[in-house]
């Protein structure tokens, strides 16, 4: 393929489409599965604050917190991914 740009165009006008869509859905699948993990995260977080009373508190996650951080800094460049790639939309 060295050298024939014309080729190497029609396969990216051929291929773009459902890559881009593929691309999307895996951005969209990702979100929410950080949505998910926060409402589960938060689930804990209650458990947790529950259990403060008592001193076996083996329902919290210890790192929790930095696993919050974690996902909503992922979750807000997926967020960035997501607006650019719905100013591309075709």
């Known amino acids: 393929m060295t050298g024939d740009g014309a080729t190497k165009q ?12 593929v691309l999307q859905n895996h951005v969209d699948y990702l979100v929410h599965e950080l949505d998910e993990a926060y409402i ?5 977080s209650f458990i947790s604050s529950v259990d403060e009373e008592d001193d076996d508190n083996s329902n919290s996650h210890p790192r929790l917190p930095l696993i919050s951080r974690h996902n909503n800094t992922v979750r807000g460049i997926l967020e960035l991914v997501k607006r650019y790639l719905d100013g591309m939309t075709m």
Not at 10 to 21: G, I, R
Not at 40 to 44: C, H, V, Y
């Open 40 to 44: 589960r995260m938060e689930d804990q």
């Open 10 to 21: 029609n396969y990216h006008d051929e291929c773009f489409p459902q890559t881009f869509a």
